[in-house]
């Protein structure tokens, strides 16, 4: 039978546990089998590598990261204050980054066989914006480039920051592209080609396309493309962003219209052409993911705590509903089992 499994993290506030597992059945086109795969204190991101599990972890005023080994629990690193709400891996260089938005910084670990996780750099950043949810810098998302540099997004100081990644951690800014005042930058994915990425602006709901110029590291804006329809005027946060694996769709969340916005990837990821927005039958998509095949989308909800599972036209782009009110208890993250 085939069948996909996927991790899901999030709050422990109310009902969950931690971080969950659940089955996709793609004969029958249904989610199924959700079970507790690891106790955690608040997962709500999670990144993995092979068997390695690096999850966001938060108790008693502080917060880090955990590491699993499938789910076997290996190590934990807690600091006081406010937690993560991102982690990424760097498996070349044997790395991983934290982002704090609370405390608008970048965590550099080093992990190898003897140690798993050890704090070996910190950068913080500084600055504002106009948005009320901009009083300090807010790093939101830090991952790797194509050329393997470091790009961090700062919703609350509206910068891209690129940053030289050396062997050890150090990292030393190369550049920084300043956003429209007010977009707050909260996630940002390239494609494939390299040439172009894609901006999330959590606070003003857009999608910014950006040039990326490896030789410099820097980046141009080329276009910029509203994630909610005309009309729409209630409150909207954006949230996250996926590629089909053809690279020909380029999917975004929306929390507050709760829907997902899919756009046309055209001219080697230049132009992005808006198709449409489809409800996910929950609230607070926080993120989503899809399927190895890309004919399954899978959208988490933070606050309904239900996940939505949706059939995807490889050729159009079109999400059709299949399923929805599955329980995922405060979910804000889902990634595949695999990799």
């Known amino acids: 039978m085939d ?9 422990t506030k109310g009902l969950s546990q931690g971080i969950y597992e659940i089955t996709l059945n793609k004969e029958e086109n249904r989610l199924e089998d959700l079970k507790i795969w690891a106790n955690e204190s608040f997962p709500t991101y999670l990144a993995k590598n092979g068997e390695l599990l690096y999850a966001l972890s938060g108790m008693d005023g502080k917060g880090g990261i955990a590491v699993y080994e499938g789910n076997r629990f290996l190590k934990r690193d807690l600091s006081e204050g406010p937690g993560l709400c ?25 992990s190898n066989p003897s140690d798993p996780l050890f704090l070996v750099t910190t950068i913080k950043h500084e600055g504002s914006g106009p948005h009320p949810n901009q009083p300090s810098a807010r790093v939101h998302y830090a991952g790797l480039a194509p050329d393997k540099r470091l790009v961090a997004c700062d919703l609350g100081a509206d ?14 800014l190369a550049t920084r592209f300043q956003a429209a ?17 894609y901006l999330l602006g959590e606070l003003a709901s857009t999608i910014h396309v950006l040039e990326y110029f490896a030789k410099t590291g820097e980046f141009q804006e080329v276009a910029c493309h509203p994630m909610l329809p005309d009309g729409f005027s209630d409150w909207n946060a954006g949230a996250a962003l996926r590629l089909s694996p ?11 219209h709760d829907s997902i916005v899919c756009f046309e990837v055209l001219k080697s990821g230049a132009v992005l052409n808006p198709l449409e927005w489809t409800p996910t039958y929950g609230k607070i998509p926080r993120d989503f993911n899809l399927s190895n095949c890309g004919n399954f ?24 509903l299949l399923q929805k009110d599955v329980l995922t208890p405060e979910a804000t993250c889902i990634i595949p089992k695999y990799n």
């Open 181 to 197: 005042p007010g977009a707050g930058p909260r996630h940002l994915l390239f494609h494939p080609g390299g040439k172009f990425a």
């Open 86 to 110: 991102h982690v990424s891996l760097d498996p070349c260089r044997g790395l991983v980054y934290g982002s704090n938005y609370h405390l608008g910084e970048i965590r550099v670990y080093r």
């Open 159 to 172: 910068g891209v920051y690129v940053y030289d990644v050396s062997s050890d951690g150090t990292l030393d």
């Open 3 to 11: 069948k996909e499994a996927f991790l899901i993290g999030g709050y």
């Open 297 to 320: 989308l899978i959208v988490v909800h933070q606050e309904s705590g239900n996940a939505t599972l949706f059939g995807r036209n490889p050729v159009t782009g079109e999400l059709t």
């Open 246 to 256: 053809d690279a020909k769709f380029l999917y975004a969340s929306n929390r507050g």
